[in-house]
Structures are given as structure tokens and as C-alpha cells.
């Protein structure tokens, strides 16, 4: 089991900057790739971006590519995202996500491919 809990969501206003953490606890090993995800109100939950294990590898959906920065420090078992400019139409639930045993691959993006959620934590853009 691995458990993710995430933080560093609010209520920020259009332009401004937010870091999300994620910290993950439990059965990680040097082989979980992370992930993040959003979900607005009414939509389906859409990948943002994956992370290797190692952390030097990324991918990024079009639609934050530039904007958004995904890291993870492994030694804190935290992973990162960077959200910049932030536009009214980024406000969602924000939830990270684990794959475990996936070497140093990166390119993961559906939802179900993923093993572990945490709960969310909500960003809200004003405009």
C-alpha cells in the first residue's frame, strides 16, 4: 500500500503562482513513477504531467505544458508541482497519483493506469 496525501491548494486570484506537494508514505520504492491529475467540477479527471522514479525524466499534457513544472525530491518522498500564471479555468481538485513498479519509464497518463490516488486538494482560480 502507498499512501498519498496531498497539500498546498487555496484560493489564489488569475496571474498568480501555487506549489502543490504531495507527500507519499507507506510501499513507495525507487521504482514509483508520480503523477498528477485535476478534476473540475462536471469533468472528467485530466492528466497534467508524470514524473520518473528517479525524477529526470517528465511529460506534460499540452494544456499546462510551459506553465506547470512537475519535481519530486526522493528523499523526502514528495512530489511537486509548480503551477504558474495560473488562469480561472485551472480551478479543480487536484489529485496526485502513484505507479508502482514502473522502472524509470514516464509516459503514463490514463487514469487507470495508475495504482494510488490521495484525496485531492481543491485550487481555486478568481478572476
Known amino acids: 500500500q502507498v499512501q498519498l496525501v496531498e497539500s498546498g491548494g487555496g484560493l489564489v486570484q488569475a496571474g498568480d503562482s501555487l506549489t502543490l506537494s504531495c507527500a507519499a508514505s507507506g510501499r513507495t520504492s525507487s521504482s514509483t513513477a508520480l503523477g498528477w491529475f485535476r478534476q473540475a467540477p462536471g469533468k472528467e479527471r485530466a492528466f497534467l504531467a508524470s514524473?520518473?522514479?528517479?525524477?529526470?525524466?517528465?511529460n506534460y499534457a499540452d494544456s499546462v505544458k510551459g506553465r506547470f513544472g512537475i519535481s519530486r525530491d526522493n528523499a523526502k518522498n514528495t512530489v511537486y508541482m509548480q503551477m504558474n500564471s495560473l488562469k480561472p479555468e485551472d480551478t479543480a481538485v487536484y489529485y496526485c497519483?502513484?505507479?508502482?513498479?514502473?522502472?524509470?519509464?514516464?509516459?503514463?497518463?490514463?487514469?487507470?493506469?495508475?495504482?494510488?490516488w490521495g484525496q485531492g486538494t481543491k485550487v481555486t482560480v478568481t478572476s
Open positions: 497519483a502513484a505507479k508502482v513498479a514502473f522502472g524509470n519509464r514516464v509516459y503514463i497518463a490514463a487514469p487507470d493506469e495508475f495504482d494510488y
Open positions: 514524473i520518473s522514479a528517479s525524477g529526470g525524466r517528465t
